[in-house]
């Protein structure tokens, strides 16, 4: 079955940078979709960048573009978030989520989900 492990929160200044790990099994990069989820306090959960290798697009929320970095190593079935120029507004509890849908990934509602994670991002 589909188990996924993440991990790589903690406590960043703003403008800082954290990488998350997801350490995902059971399923084939090559036909599920994988991706980073988030949810704040009082706010609803958002996509924050999603792959599908089997068609080969990627996907990010225009809150993050061009600070986060969604990377894969196929060999440790491990997916990351690079997250960079980090800001107060990125705090929230980031899960790790996969999926056997493989089109518009990241744009709805995934099967599988890791526990989260905490990032939080002082000012």
């Known amino acids: 079955e589909v188990q996924i492990v993440q991990s790589g929160g903690g406590l960043v200044e703003a403008g800082g940078s954290l990488r998350l790990s997801c350490v995902a099994s059971g399923f084939s990069f090559d036909e599920y979709s994988i991706g980073w989820f988030r949810q704040a306090p009082g706010k609803e959960r958002e996509g924050v960048s999603c792959v599908s290798h089997r068609i080969g697009e990627t996907y990010y929320a225009a809150s993050v573009k061009g600070r986060f970095t969604i990377s894969s190593d196929r060999a440790k079935n491990t997916v990351y978030l690079q997250m960079n120029s980090l800001t107060p507004e990125d705090t929230a509890v980031y899960y790790c989520?996969?999926?056997?849908?493989?089109?518009?990934?990241?744009?709805?509602?995934?099967?599988?989900w890791g526990r989260g994670t905490q990032v939080t991002v002082s000012s």
């Open positions: 989520a996969v999926d056997r849908g493989t089109y518009y990934p990241c744009q709805y509602e995934y099967e599988y």
